[in-house]
């Protein structure tokens, strides 16, 4: 198998969504800084499939600390992905022009790659050998976008896909600058094993960010989530998001809730 065939498949098993139409999850977030600040929230992450178009919306719940933030994506066929933001702590946001991919979410808790359907976007594989990862051989497949328009906007050369040689699940994501440092870090902290469709399939529960240049690090719990919430579709819309508000966030949170065990 090619490593674009391996990449794309691996891909699309572990953060695929076995060919549902819609899913909702709420997850609990902690995050320590290198001033020793804790920081620690909820976030929804929300998206709908459409023929070959992708939406997808990531919003802060608001708390005593935060008023929220509001991402709003969406990917058509063809076409670069679009994104929406706003800010309710500064009353501000709009559409994210492509340039400004890297500067817009760098204020946030997402990176780039949390926000858009992978196997959407244009990837080079090539396979790079492989390596022991905290205990584990690990082989490693590197990757940078097709587009260079991309590649220049998310702050990032290449990344490093790791994946477990054992069981083939991948443990990490690895991004370097152009002069190969590393600059930030997705890791698979843990995974769970179900049924659907009378098929085994496995997805992650828990996963950590490491920003260093940023210097911080958080870890996102999934405490719940929803195969089929039936949201409106008015909230995946880019001009939705400085919307977005607490009855908002309660409609989604009350769909989570309904008729879904936690997961």
């Not at 979410?105 to 594989?125: A, M, Q, S, V």
């Not at 039936?230 to 819309?237: K, M, S, T, W, Y």
Request: proline share 4%; net charge negative; glycine share 8%.
């Amino acid at each position: 198998m090619s490593p674009e065939d391996r990449a794309r498949e691996l891909i699309q098993r572990t953060e695929g969504h076995f060919g549902i139409r819609e899913h909702a999850e709420l997850y609990r977030y902690v995050r320590a800084t290198s001033d020793g600040e804790i920081y620690d929230g909820h976030m929804l992450i929300i998206f709908r499939y459409e023929k070959d178009e992708v939406n997808g919306v990531f919003r802060l719940l608001p708390d005593n600390d935060n008023e929220g933030v509001t991402l709003i994506s969406q990917q058509l066929p063809g076409k670069l992905p679009a994104l929406g933001v706003y800010d309710h702590n500064k009353d501000t946001g709009g559409p994210v022009e492509t340039e400004e991919l890297h500067q817009k979410l760098g204020d946030t808790d997402w990176f780039f790659e949390g926000i858009y359907d992978d196997d959407k976007n244009p990837w080079t594989y090539r396979n790079t050998g492989s390596i022991t990862y905290r205990g584990t051989s690990a082989d490693v497949i590197e990757a940078t976008y097709s587009d260079k328009r991309l590649k220049d906007a998310v702050g990032y050369d290449h990344r490093r896909i790791l994946i477990r040689q054992s069981d083939d699940q991948p443990l990490s994501s690895e991004f370097y600058n152009s002069e190969g440092q590393l600059i930030y870090v997705i890791d698979l902290l843990g995974s769970e094993h179900f049924e659907y469709q009378g098929k085994e399939q496995a997805r992650t529960k828990q996963l950590q960010l490491i920003d260093f240049d940023a210097g911080s690090t958080t870890v996102f719990t999934r405490i719940r989530s929803n195969w089929n919430p039936q949201l409106p579709a008015d909230i995946f819309e880019l001009d939705f998001a400085p919307k977005w508000d607490k009855s908002t966030d309660d409609m989604v949170v009350s769909k989570l809730l309904r008729d879904q065990p936690a997961n």
